[in-house]
């Protein structure tokens, strides 16, 4: 593991929200899923982030699970070192999380080479992870193992009912939701207008917004003029 400082003031409260979102459930899930896509001889960790991040922190599990999602001899990386150096363990980080983004996973899901060298955010390892089994399930393209169902049922089992007031939405999950309801909601009911209705509504705008029949510059001034008073 990568040698790190202590936190201090605002960092450790920032580490410590960031450790907050890690999820021991999701941890095993992942660990079950990437022992069966990957196959082999590959060993579990024993549970806990820290030995989560072992575990995968030198970038040759992450390899070979990015390789295991293609066909034999389309593997986007070629040669997986094996060497202990740091900088080649980091670029392996690299090599995974270009071909993890190449694979469709989307850039705001991608973690920083740093949140796992360094346990920064084991959380956003977690995210990429989800991500790219989830994106692995949807493909159906036959290069998949493991249960199907390891995705959909943690989708399930975070999933918050959608709750809503007058004057704000309780949390962002809901606030993302609402918004995606709203947008396929306005693509389910998108309505033809002929041209009589179009200026039909053109002449009822006018008339809400006023008439100036009528009005004259009657009685005004010019612009720094004194007005006379009647």
Known sequence: MANRGPSYGLSREVQEKIEQKYDPDLEQRLVDWIVAQCGGNLEKPQPG?????????????LCRL?????????????????????????????????????????????FQTVDLWEGKDMAAVQRTLMALGSLAVTKDDGQYKGDRDWFHRYGEKKKQPLKTSKTHLQSPHTCTTL?????????????EFTEEQ????????????????????????????????M
């Open 179 to 191: 918004l995606l309801y709203t947008h396929r909601k306005a693509q389910g009911y998108r309505r």
């Open 49 to 61: 982030k820290q030995n989560f991040q072992t575990w995968l922190m030198d970038g040759t599990i």
């Open 198 to 229: 179009l200026r039909q509504g053109q002449s009822l705008i006018g008339l809400q917004m006023g008439s100036n029949r009528g009005a004259s510059q009657a009685g005004m001034t010019g612009y720094g003029m004194h007005r006379q008073i």
């Open 66 to 110: 990015i390789n295991s999602l293609y066909p034999r001899g389309k593997e986007p990386i070629k040669k997986i070192s094996e060497t202990q150096m740091a900088f080649k363990q980091m670029e392996k980080i690299s090599q995974f999380l270009q071909a993890a983004e190449a694979y469709g996973v989307t850039t705001t899901d991608i």
